[in-house]
């Protein structure tokens, strides 16, 4: 308790002094001091949610540069002045309940949260984010850093992002948007009614695969690939329930997703094919499937074009007048 009060007047007293003695900054001062653009040049409707220029910003990995100059070297670009934030905030929450205490009867919280942000350009090709935290209890107060390495190849960004994070997951290194998917990332302050991710309390490693696996159990399956790595196919609901005690790490973790394929693959086997070679469901009369589902399995790329070309086939052939038996 001594500890965190300490820490929390060291805030304080350091927030003070950055009021005073600081040059104005907008958004996350680490990048707008090095870009020398207000907010609205990356951000729009709620802080943190990103419109297309923030996402290339963040995508390029942090190393664009307008306003300050830079100190250069053999592999070495980086700003002449550290650029850092410490972000806490006060509120104030009520909720629903009928309860007589915590935020049923309205509570006044602060510090609710406090950051210190230390990040920009380290390099041509290289940023870096470092979040310091306001421990609580046994936490660090080392809380993530993310190091992304990003070379143009044409147009085409081709990355690589080393990561550590206490509570971000896996999408820490890669999500894009500031969606609110994270917890530390939400464009509204109540994550739990926001945040899909938060709202079903699937936050913690492992637990959402495990909840999938067990939907598709309880819908037929007769196995599930997780997408885990050294990790083989589920076989029975008990499997996947294991998998909420597991402790993974981001690198075991091959998160991935596509449009929906292979759940009425087309073939002109009966036993083997739930749709026939113009997408007619079999069985049916005046059912088509035009879509992605007419593979034979997950191809595992983006497949739009095909999906298009799929689409466009069976989409002339009925307009000719096939018959929609």
Known sequence: MKNRSALTISAVVFLLTMLVATEKASAVPAFARQTGMPCAACHFQHYPALNDFGVMFKTNGYTMIGAQGKVEGKDLSLPDTLNASLVTKIRYQKSNGDGKTGTDKGELQFPDEGALLIGGRAGEHAGFLLELQLPEGDESAFASFRMPIVYDLGGTALSVVPFTTDAGGAAYGFELLN??????????????????????????????????????????????????????????????????????????????????????RMGGDPQRSATDHWGVVRGTVGLHVADASLFPSCVGVNPQLTIMAFASRIARHLAAGAPRA
């Open 179 to 264: 969606t609110g998917a994270m917890r530390m990332q939400r464009v509204l302050e109540d994550r739990n009614t926001t945040s899909a991710q938060q709202f079903i309390g699937t936050a913690t490693a492992a637990q959402g695969i495990a909840l999938v696996a067990e939907v598709f159990f309880a819908a037929g399956a007769e196995s599930v690939y997780p997408g885990i790595a050294g990790m083989g196919e589920l076989r029975h609901p008990r499997e996947a329930a294991a998998i909420r005690e597991a402790r993974l790490g981001a690198g075991a973790l091959t998160p991935v997703g596509f449009h929906p394929m292979g759940t009425a």
